[in-house]
């Protein structure tokens, strides 16, 4: 990896695992619902405008077929799940959740045919399903509905994630981040603002909430965006992808230490148990080499 694609990604791990603190305060001022909305245009909106003032020129593919894809996924899908699920789960397992990003990812270009299948990756794909059944099936709340809704929101929400990221990956790779993230902020935006209908702002917002809504949608969601799909083109989308290992670390140390959210000692092993599976899938972990017999 070069030094810029190592700076981009640590950038990424640290800026998203802070992220689900700003992501909290902006769900509850603004609802599930219009957090994302809202963020989504911000976002774009900021990016469009630097664009204008530092006299970058946009170049957007003729189609917007793939754009619009990346955007019901990548964007409307993972960040709908996740504003969702987390004030019904917690900040701390949401991100453990985060953690299987990648082993869908795994499974995705399998299917695709953009990556072979070896024994390895079956395990870690089998370890990676161990440590999600973990996850849910020993929770240190009780198994509510809610609880229950917020977990399928998070699985909904990673398995957006990793789509997009191979889509974009396979159908926008000379496409430039930039587009590539206004494209798909403002279609993911213009696909949820029906559903400020069914569910809208709960209150009127404070001022400080604004200062967390620009802040999120500028620094956690356009410039980070930007950062993320210029290493998907770099280093391709399952690599670029292992970033959220990083990221859960982050966020759950966030939860427990700054939020105070309480995970059993099974949830722990579960995150650990995931992110041994994701390393095996993404091949960080070697293969041992077959040693020669004599003959």
């Not at 004030?87 to 299917?111: D, E, H, K, N, Y």
């Amino acid at each position: 990896m070069r030094p810029r694609d190592l700076a981009a990604y640590l950038c990424l791990a640290v800026a998203w695992g802070l992220s689900f603190l700003l992501l909290l305060k902006v769900v509850q001022a603004f609802g599930w619902v219009g957090a994302v909305t809202f963020r989504c245009f911000i976002a774009a909106a900021i990016l469009l405008v630097l664009a204008r003032v530092t006299r970058r020129r946009l170049d957007f593919p003729e189609n917007w077929t793939a754009l619009a894809v990346v955007g019901a996924t990548t964007v409307a899908g993972q960040l709908i799940g996740l504003s969702y699920a987390m004030p019904r789960i917690g900040t701390a397992m949401a991100a453990i959740f985060v953690a299987s990003i990648p082993l869908f990812s795994m499974v995705i270009s399998q299917a695709w045919g953009l990556e072979r299948i070896t024994p390895t990756r079956v395990a870690g794909l089998a370890l990676g399903t161990i440590g999600l059944i973990m996850l849910v099936g020993f929770p240190a709340v009780p198994v509510t509905t809610p609880f229950l809704l917020g977990c399928a929101a998070m699985l909904f929400s990673t398995f957006s994630a990793a789509y997009g990221s191979n889509h974009a990956s396979r159908h926008l790779s000379t496409t430039g981040p930039w587009e590539v993230t206004i494209g798909a902020f403002l279609a993911g935006g213009l696909m949820i603002l029906p559903l400020l209908a069914a569910v809208p702002v709960p209150g009127i917002p404070q001022l400080l909430d604004y200062v967390y809504l620009i802040a999120l949608a500028g620094l956690m969601s356009a410039l980070t965006y930007v950062l993320y799909f210029g290493l998907v083109a770099s280093i391709g989308a399952t690599r670029a992808i292992s970033v959220e290992f990083v990221v859960t670390l982050v966020a759950v140390l966030v939860g427990a230490t700054v939020l105070d959210e309480p995970l059993t000692l099974v949830q722990i092993i579960g995150g650990v148990v995931i992110i041994a599976g994701c390393a095996l899938v993404l091949g960080l972990v070697p293969a041992r080499d077959k040693i020669p017999v004599s003959p």
